[in-house]
């Protein structure tokens, strides 16, 4: 039988049980927007994340008097360090005047000499910026001739590492109650919209329908609802998203392939919850 | 030899408000068959029929269908088996939101059809229920005469090798249950075997085939 069919069948399905129907619509939307809110609060904290872990570099102080060839040498060793993404040189009164304008002008008037070190500044890529594997890098930089020390701001990579972890299972742990939850509200919401047509059940078991019929009919309906309330939680959080905006929050909306990921979702999640809510009925 | 196509043995039905319904009826209905099963209301008639579609089980007893007994646990031959039959039900039990083509095209969609094959099937009965002007609507749109019509053009859209309808004449005048029981002998004129209940017993009056009348869930005749 043909897809087209099917839809026409879901569709009109759908609408034949107004009532249930719409109730069982907005209960739904109601719990994907919760999810499409938990995503986009998700995915702006991973990207403030990233933000963040981008900073995350090991300054590399060098011994004074260093001659510029050994100096070369040592920024071609640095950067064969399995994880070392680039090195920028900072020298030492690059390094004051960063410091100046951090502190502020005055507070550093009355020194004659210069004290700060020059020193590399080396960019590691993504995959290496926790705290494990800065410490390793740092170590190594440590042996090399020319480096009088270190420092990969150790208390910040720990409560970032820390925090990221913290997040993770938080996060984790409410995407499956919200998965979950989100399918047996969708099976119960079918079923009782299900139990309203249970007379056009029993016709068409009369009429010889196989259980693959039936299986098909619950199948689209699901699909249909799990996709039209995912697309119309997706539209309400786009709102709100452009409200925060308006009130100046600084939030970014989800990318569009996370967007129709979640339609995806939705017309995935309905499918399971159609099938899942026919059980005995289909007897 | 007889090609016996319905088949009831010893059987009995008691429902669990311990109505009797049926007591050990034994009957053979043979393939091609016209024959009308009468009786007051609550005589056991919609019963009967309820087990013949295999919407109840009987409480003890056996009722087989062209060799298969209806207590087949195997849900993919009880469809098959009730694909064969075609049935008129008392309340008609049409799809209200559907217009009457879509009801009539139903079945033949749970069949797997093609759509053209149900396009020219759906308009050829339409036709000669003279319903086909008024496909578009809704069954609550038309009159109660054509709402008899329409389930009973349902009941045979699909070529079922049995008919059984409850109360096919219901609300019906002379005239009309006249014309009805025309366009079933036409049907059985095919091969379709066809068994019909009824409480109006003047409606059978002049009929010519086998009656069997029902009384307090017993077979009189």
Known sequence: MSLVFWLKESFAGFFRE??????????????????????????????FTQKVKQKMEIDVYLVEGLTEKENEELKSKIIKIEGVEGTIFRTKEKALKELKNYLGKD??????????????????????????????????IAKLKGVEETDYGKFWVEK????????????????????????????????TIRQSKAEEVMLLNLLGAERSFLRKIFLFEGIMQGGVCAFFSLLILYILHRFFIYFGFELDFLPLSLSIAFIFFGFLLGGVAGLLSGGKKLN | MKDIIIKAQGVTKIYESFKIALKNI??????????????????????????????????????????????????????????KLGLVFED?????????????????????????????????????????????????????????????????????????????????????????????????????????????????????????QLENGEIRR
């Open chain 1, 107 to 140: 507070i550093l008037e009355g020194l004659e000499s210069n004290p700060l070190p020059s020193s590399w500044v080396v960019k590691l890529k993504p995959a290496y910026q926790n705290l494990e594997k800065m410490q390793k890098i740092s170590s190594q």
């Open chain 1, 18 to 47: 107004k009532g249930s129907a719409f109730i069982s619509f907005f209960v739904n939307t109601f719990f994907f927007l919760i999810f499409a809110i938990f995503l986009l609060v998700t995915y702006n904290l991973y990207t």
């Open chain 2, 92 to 212: 008609l039990k049409l799809m209200r939101k559907k217009t009457l083509e879509d009801n009539l095209a139903f079945p033949l969609r749970v069949l797997g059809k093609n759509e053209k094959y149900i396009k020219s099937k759906v308009a050829e009965l339409l036709g000669t229920f003279n319903l086909y002007s008024k496909r578009r609507l809704l069954p609550e749109e038309i009159s109660a005469g054509e709402r008899k019509k329409l389930a009973i053009a349902r009941a045979v859209i699909n070529e079922p090798l049995i008919i059984l309808g409850d109360e096919p004449f219901g609300g019906l005048d002379e005239n009309y249950s006249s014309e009805i029981i025309d366009f079933f002998k036409q049907v059985n004129f095919k091969g379709t075997t066809v068994f019909l209940a009824t409480h109006r017993t003047n409606l059978v009056r002049n009929f010519k085939g086998r009656i069997i």
């Open chain 2, 26 to 83: 034994d009957l053979e209905i043979e393939k091609g068959e016209f024959l009308f099963l009468v009786g007051s209301n609550g005589a056991g008639k919609t019963t009967s029929l309820k087990l013949l579609w295999m919407e109840e089980e009987p409480s003890s007893g056996m009722v087989f269908i062209d060799g298969c007994s209806t207590l087949e646990k195997d849900k993919k031959r009880v469809s098959d088996l009730r694909r």
């Open chain 1, 160 to 191: 970032i590492d820390r925090l990221l972890e913290i997040f993770l299972w938080i996060n984790l742990i409410l995407g499956i109650l919200i998965v979950t939850g989100s399918l047996f509200l969708m099976i119960h919401t079918l079923r």
